[in-house]
């Protein structure tokens, strides 16, 4: 164990040198492993409980999957309103319209930094939230369908928002 906590330490080093700032390099590796773990648990209990995945998922749900996701993950990470939620690994930084914050881990401790970029990137936090979907697709379709539906209106009354005000601008 020693010689892999060596090796683990110089491949540290190594790349420190060449990132542009500190990266918690274990921080990642530690949500990378909840990750797997995660899925490796959703796999066990599915096959526990005799649930098995979709032959295939269709065009529509992908599609209403992708649009939930985005949605999700756009509230989660940059919506003011949940602000609460990432508050404990990241730091205000200042308002980004329309309801969304720009916001910054707020620790340097590995594990919280990491938690504190996933908490704020929608790139980094659709893929957790994209496999929620994808579980939920296993355990529970119509309840994950009926979700997904709502998020998906939310995203489309966005978009819908965000051209009203491009008309009226022009309008005006």
Same mark, same amino acid.
């Given at each position: ?5 060596? /090796?683990?330490?110089?491949? +540290?080093?190594?790349?420190?040198? !060449? =990132?542009?700032?500190d990266r918690p390099l274990r921080g990642y590796l530690t949500l ?7 899925? #490796?648990? *959703? !796999? ?8 098995? +995945? ?12 992708? =649009? ?8 989660? !990470?940059?919506?003011?309103? #949940?602000?609460? *939620? ?9 308002? +980004? ?8 881990? #707020?620790?340097?401790?590995? *594990? ?17 939230? /994209?496999?929620?979907? #994808? ?17 998906? /209106?939310? =995203?489309?009354?966005?978009? *819908?928002?965000?051209?009203?005000? =491009?008309v009226r601008e022009k309008v005006d």
């Amino acid at each position: 164990m020693t010689d892999v906590r060596a /090796a683990a330490s110089r491949v +540290a080093e190594r790349y420190s040198r !060449t =990132a542009p700032d500190d990266r918690p390099l274990r921080g990642y590796l530690t949500l990378i492993g909840a990750y797997g773990g995660t899925v #490796a648990g *959703l !796999t066990g209990l599915a096959v526990a409980l005799g649930r098995k +995945a979709p032959r295939t998922v269709s065009a529509g749900d992908v599609a209403l999957l992708t =649009a939930a996701t985005y949605k999700l993950s756009r509230i989660l !990470t940059k919506d003011a309103i #949940a602000s609460p *939620l990432r508050a404990p690994f990241t730091r205000f930084v200042e308002p +980004a319209g329309e309801g969304e914050v720009n916001e910054e881990p #707020a620790h340097h401790d590995p *594990l919280r930094h990491a938690a504190g970029e996933l908490a704020n990137c929608p790139f980094c936090t659709s893929m957790w939230i /994209a496999t929620a979907f #994808a579980a939920g697709l296993v355990f529970a379709p119509g309840f994950t369908r009926v979700a997904a539906t709502a998020l998906t /209106a939310v =995203a489309g009354s966005d978009l *819908l928002h965000f051209a009203y005000t =491009a008309v009226r601008e022009k309008v005006d």
